[in-house]
T-cell receptor
Framework: IAGITQAPTSQILAAGRRMTLRCTQD?????MYWYRQDLGLGLRLIHY???????GKGEVPDGYSVSRANTDDFPLTLASAVPSQTSVYFC?????????????FGPGTRLTVL | GQNIDQPTEMTATEGAIVQINCTYQ??????LFWYQQHAGEAPTFLSY??LDGLEEKGRFSSFLSRSKGYSYLLLKELQMKDSASYLC??????????WGAGTKLIIKP
């Protein structure tokens, strides 16, 4: 593994189904983030984690949950998917969250909810 | 509220120079980032400004004026591979990044 990986690359999901998007980094970064990117809008922060064992809510957290059991993994779960959650999801990480550190992004997951 | 404004789309000619502007209003300021994003790919870091002035890195330069809430990204000697979206992001008082919607740059031969 080099950098940040995300899985799956893309997914079509029926509304009401549960889905977990996976994110793994091997850079030993403390901070990790989940964003969604929709056409015409900037990246919007869903949830973040400053360090293993802690998480926080971003701008658009409703309908999503995260966990940070260890430094490397930061899964994002949609408990009951809805069509408005159709988007491209990016996971990112940075060295720390206590300063303006550069964020490094995974390749993204394209999710379609029907 | 917090707001980042960038032009939606710009067109330029190969070999020319283009300036992409970004204005911001945020709760606090902890640096301004520029990222490049090719279609279907992840954003990648280009530059970071925290003090007023110009930062130069090869063909790309980024300028910041904190008093005006303004930045620009200057791309020189444009190449076809520079066709991409350019995202402006500002670190707010909580050190979270607030992102603009991005400027799609189209390079014509």
């Amino acid at each position: 593994i080099a950098g940040i990986t995300q899985a799956p690359t893309s997914q079509i999901l029926a509304a009401g189904r549960r889905m977990t998007l996976r994110c793994t980094q091997d850079m030993r970064h403390n901070a990790m983030y989940w964003y969604r990117q929709d056409l015409g809008l900037g990246l919007r922060l869903i949830h973040y984690s400053n360090t293993a064992g802690t998480t926080g809510k971003g701008e658009v957290p409703d309908g999503y949950s995260v966990s940070r059991a260890n430094t490397d993994d930061f899964p994002l779960t949609l408990a009951s998917a809805v069509p408005s959650q159709t988007s491209v999801y990016f996971c990112a990480s940075s060295t720390t969250s206590g300063g303006p550190d550069t964020q490094y992004f995974g390749p993204g997951t394209r999710l379609t909810v029907l | 509220g917090q707001n980042i404004d960038q032009p939606t789309e710009m067109t330029a000619t190969e070999g020319a120079i283009v300036q992409i502007n970004c204005t911001y209003q945020t709760s606090g300021f902890n640096g301004l980032f520029w990222y490049q994003q090719h279609a279907g790919e992840a954003p990648t870091f280009l530059s970071y400004n925290v003090l007023d002035g110009l930062e130069e890195k090869g063909r790309f330069s980024s300028f910041l004026s904190r008093s005006k809430g303004y930045s620009y990204l200057l791309l020189k000697e444009l190449q076809m591979k520079d066709s991409a979206s350019y995202l402006c992001a500002v670190g707010d008082s909580n050190y979270q990044l607030i992102w603009g919607a991005g400027t799609k740059l189209i390079i014509k031969p």
